[in-house]
Each structure stands twice: as structure tokens, then as C-alpha cells.
T-cell receptor, first 113, second 109 residues
Framework: NAGVTQTPKFQVLKTGQSMTLQCAQD?????MYWYRQDPGMGLRLIYY???????DKGEVPNGYNVSRLNKREFSLRLESAAPSQTSVYFC????????????FGSGTRLTVV | RKEVEQDPGPFNVPEGATVAFNCTYS??????FFWYRQDCRKEPKLLMS???SGNEDGRFTAQLNRASQYISLLIRDSKLSDSATYLC??????????FGAGTTVTVRA
């Protein structure tokens, strides 16, 4: 039972490069989320998908795009990476919105130089 | 005002001690409450849900005070392995959970 799987685990990008972070869950959850975590800032929501076919902006969406490819997969794209996007990115999923909490993936550590 | 506020600590306690800390939340309509544990450079993991009547899970006790809008976590008989950051998490009755910035606990031998 894999839960939530994120790839890659580590990535170094040059400013201006693009990349896509992948996330897949095998728990048949309806909702999926992308967060970033910076020292002293806590978890900040980038985008979320309440159900397959829908996506919505969170607290810090600028510079990111998302795709809910199907019920299992929710990807995060950085079109033109900036040093301010250096962070740890976590994907999460939940069965029914936030009512029962989230299950998180192990994270992607992204450095933009 | 942040939706969820926590004392960042750190709480530095000896093994076997009891440590307790709170968080406050701003949305009185919040329905679900949780404590998550996060180890250094790892993903947050659900420690326990918090119910209105209060609940225990082994050495951990969580309490909810809706009138004052705060949640507490108490750890008894602290172990070295309890060293972590504890995140207070609130569901303000929509699809998105609100996370506190975390309280750091360090248990020393």
C-alpha cells in the first residue's frame, strides 16, 4: 500500500527552467493538494483539487500550474523557476475534503539556483 | 490574524517529563481538529484526531475547547522518540485544512 507517491524526491533547477512535480495516490481519495513548506512559514497551500475535473487556487498559486490528470494523479508545474520557489513541496490527498485529515507524500526538495 | 496559531517553542524537556502546549484557531465554524507530527525533513503524519470530549492515545492526550477556540496536546512520560514538530491542524468546514506553523519539542536524555 503505497499511499501518496511523489517524484522526484530531489531536484536542482536553474532559474528560468521548467519542471513538473508528479503525485499519485492509490487510496481512491477524491481530493488532492499541493503545499510548499519553508522554514518558519509552515505549510502553505498552492493549489488543490476537490474532486476529479476541478482545480482551485490556494494561498500561494503565483508561478505554478496544476493538472488533475485523473482521480489518482495531480501534477504541479513550474513554468519558469525562480529562486523564491526553492522549497519543500508536499502533495496530499484526502477522502472527503478535510474532514478526516490528509495523507501526505514524502516530499520533493527543490532548489532553484 | 492567522487561522491557526501555535507557540513555536522549542520545548526542551527531559525524558520522562510531561509536556503540554496549545494552539488557537480563528474560525468558530471549524468542525474537525487534528494533531500531526513532523520529523525533520519528513512529511507530516497524523498523530491523532481531536474530539469534543477529549481523547487519549497512549501517552498522548488531546483536548478541544470550542468556547475559547483552542486545542491542546499533552505528552506524558516523554521519550527521546517524541522529539519532533507538532502541527495543529483545523478544518474550517471546507476542502482545505489550516495548518499551524508547528511547536518544536526536544526530549533530552
Amino acid at each position: 500500500n503505497a499511499g501518496v507517491t511523489q517524484t522526484p524526491k530531489f531536484q536542482v533547477l536553474k532559474t528560468g527552467q521548467s519542471m513538473t512535480l508528479q503525485c499519485a495516490q492509490d487510496m481512491n481519495h477524491n481530493s488532492m493538494y499541493w503545499y510548499r513548506q519553508d522554514p518558519g512559514m509552515g505549510l502553505r497551500l498552492i493549489y488543490y483539487s476537490a474532486s476529479e475535473g476541478t482545480t482551485d487556487k490556494g494561498e500561494v498559486p503565483n508561478g505554478y500550474n496544476v493538472s488533475r490528470l485523473n482521480k489518482r494523479e495531480f501534477s504541479l508545474r513550474l513554468e519558469s523557476a525562480a529562486p523564491s520557489q526553492t522549497s519543500v513541496y508536499f502533495c496530499a490527498s484526502s477522502e472527503a475534503g478535510g474532514a478526516y485529515g490528509y495523507t501526505f507524500g514524502s516530499g520533493t526538495r527543490l532548489t532553484v539556483v | 490574524r492567522k487561522e491557526v496559531e501555535q507557540d513555536p517553542g522549542p520545548f526542551n524537556v527531559p525524558e520522562g517529563a510531561t509536556v503540554a502546549f496549545n494552539c488557537t484557531y480563528s474560525n468558530s465554524a471549524s468542525q474537525s481538529f487534528f494533531w500531526y507530527r513532523q520529523d525533520c525533513r519528513k512529511e507530516p503524519k497524523l498523530l491523532m484526531s481531536v474530539y469534543s470530549s477529549g481523547n487519549e492515545d497512549g501517552r498522548f492526550t488531546a483536548q478541544l475547547n470550542r468556547a475559547s477556540q483552542y486545542i491542546s496536546l499533552l505528552i506524558r512520560d516523554s521519550k527521546l522518540s517524541d522529539s519532533a514538530t507538532y502541527l495543529c491542524v483545523v478544518n474550517p468546514n471546507d476542502y482545505k485544512l489550516s495548518f499551524g506553523a508547528g511547536t518544536t519539542v526536544t526530549v533530552r536524555a
